[in-house]
């Protein structure tokens, strides 16, 4: 059986001592894994194609329950991502965010795109790369169903927040100062409640809850058509994305570590 098909690089393993194994996305499949024999030779004509953030064309054959790459060509190669460290190391992240928030067999055209648009605006610069990274995380809580309520104070309904506010990761809400103070007893919050669940509170200011908000509607061509002009709000609502996607996830990843060692 042969096929062949458009797809994003996320991720790239040496097998055996000539072989490559490719993480593919694709839009309509998801997920699969593609074997590149004989890729880790500096002659082999699948040298380009093996490398991650690569968008590539490729023609498959099935054998033994596994496909083999066949033949392929570079759709878009993003190299501009390479030109700096730190360019290199979000863009890493980014391929590994998406291969946990994708399956396979599964249909993947948001996570596609999003994906690619997001490669696009790291290699170009569009944003700044705390503004791009927190936004693709915010994408991935909300693709993956994690969407926090933003309407609202849980607690009172109240939608104005004129001395800021309270992101509740755990519970995926907000919480006006007045309302967390009577929930508290004006006493500090415990760290896990009396069912077993962390408390984790976040202060918002005005700026970053309605990015948040607009990265949850937003057409995924416009995401990026936003700003944070003010230094405070930038830090809020990076720190609220990052932390929302990890406890959510219930994991970390080491590609993040990476990223935060040379953004120092």
Same mark, same amino acid.
């Given at each position: ?104 067999? *599964? ?6 795109? @999003?994906? /690619?648009?997001?490669?696009? &605006?790291?290699?170009?610069? #569009?944003?700044? +790369? ?95 058509? *936003? ?6 709000? @930038?830090? /809020?609502?990076?720190?609220? &994305?990052?932390?929302?996607? #990890?406890?959510? +996830? ?15």
């Amino acid at each position: 059986m042969r096929k062949v098909c458009d797809g994003l690089v996320l991720k790239v393993t040496d097998v055996g001592d000539h072989d490559r194994a490719l993480t593919l996305l694709t839009a309509d499949e998801g997920k699969f894994y593609i074997i590149a024999k004989g890729a880790r030779s500096v002659r082999s004509k699948f040298a380009s194609l093996c490398r991650i953030c690569a968008y590539v064309n490729v023609e498959l054959h099935e054998r033994d329950g596994r496909y083999w790459l066949s033949s392929g060509s570079i759709n878009q190669a993003f190299f501009g991502i390479n030109s700096d460290l730190d360019s290199f190391a979000l863009a890493s992240y980014v391929m590994q965010l998406a291969d946990e928030i994708s399956g396979v067999d *599964y249909p993947a055209h948001e996570v596609l795109r @999003m994906s /690619l648009n997001t490669l696009y &605006a790291i290699e170009n610069k #569009l944003r700044p +790369l705390a503004q791009i990274k927190a936004t693709y995380e915010a994408f991935a809580a909300n693709i993956s169903g994690f969407t926090p309520d933003l309407s609202s104070c849980s607690e009172c309904d109240s939608a104005s927040f004129p001395d800021g506010l309270w992101l509740d990761v755990m519970n995926g809400a907000l919480v006006c100062p007045e309302c967390l103070k009577k929930k508290s007893g004006g006493l500090p919050i415990p760290e896990v409640d009396r069912f077993e669940t962390k408390n984790i509170l976040l202060p918002l200011d005005s700026s970053a809850l309605e990015a948040l908000r607009y990265i949850s509607s937003a057409p995924l061509q416009r995401i990026f058509a *936003y700003s944070l002009n003010d230094e405070r709000s @930038m830090e /809020l609502f990076c720190r609220a &994305a990052e932390t929302y996607l #990890l406890h959510h +996830l219930e994991r970390d990843f080491d590609t993040l570590h990476f990223y935060k060692t040379v953004t120092k």
